[in-house]
């Protein structure tokens, strides 16, 4: 059974870099793609971008190359870096494995807060 | 982008009812459609992927139906524990997107 298990800092100033990191157990990265995705309190769901076993990324252009996605094989992990945050940022972040079956399993969600 | 509309925006329903929420893609995005099910509090489950496909341990009152632009979820038999908040999304070509979510009240 595949988990996925994610963690970082939750309270960020304005500026600051977000770091999260997903733990991923059952399964291996060959053949699959890992994604971030990430909720605003209240709103819905924004895909901010996937990496594959090969360490190719693709990002939402929406993040205005603020974001990177990397991968640690050896310890069966990938991580998000977001840079230059705002409160806009402010955000429910999730990992999750997928596509190209959907997004599945998610990680349990990590509220990450930007606030001076 | 391609924007994926869902309607209606909220719903509500009786246990035993059937529902269904409709998503419509701003373009063709062939078979790569999927529905979410977010509980309160809770990280969204994937349902159903590729259209119609139901992910494991999903109940097969669940089902998914469309192509092209316009797709369908349906629930037949509502149950209490079906109150949710419903998206679906699309990953056929980047940025993956997602409808606004449909809220799924039960009466």
């Not at chain 2, 509090?41 to 494991?56: C, D, M, Q, T, Y």
């Amino acid at each position: 059974q595949v988990q996925l298990q994610q963690w970082g800092a939750g309270l960020l100033k304005p500026s600051e870099t977000l770091s999260l990191t997903c733990a991923v157990s059952g399964a291996s990265f060959s053949g699959h793609y890992w994604t971030w995705i990430r909720q605003p309190p209240g709103k819905g769901l924004e895909w901010i971008g996937e990496i594959d076993h090969a360490g190719i990324t693709k990002y939402n252009p929406s993040l205005k190359g603020r974001v990177t996605i990397s991968l640690d094989m050896s310890k069966n992990q990938f991580s998000l870096s977001l840079i230059s945050l705002t409160a806009a940022d402010t955000a429910l972040y999730y990992c999750a494995k997928g596509p190209p079956d959907g997004f599945a399993p998610w990680g349990q969600g990590t509220l990450v807060t930007v606030s001076s | 982008d391609i924007q994926m509309t869902q309607s209606p925006s909220t719903l509500s329903a009786s246990v035993g009812d059937r529902v269904t929420i409709s998503c419509r893609a701003s373009q063709s995005i062939s078979t790569w459609l999927a529905w979410y099910q977010q509980k309160p509090g809770k990280a969204p489950r994937l349902l159903i992927f590729k259209v119609s496909s139901l992910e494991n341990g999903v109940p097969p009152r669940f089902s998914g139906s469309g192509s092209g632009t316009q797709f369908t979820l349906t629930i037949e038999g509502l149950q209490p524990d079906d109150l949710a908040t419903y998206y679906c999304q699309q990953y056929n070509s980047y940025p993956y997107t997602f409808g606004q979510g449909t809220k799924l009240e039960i009466k």
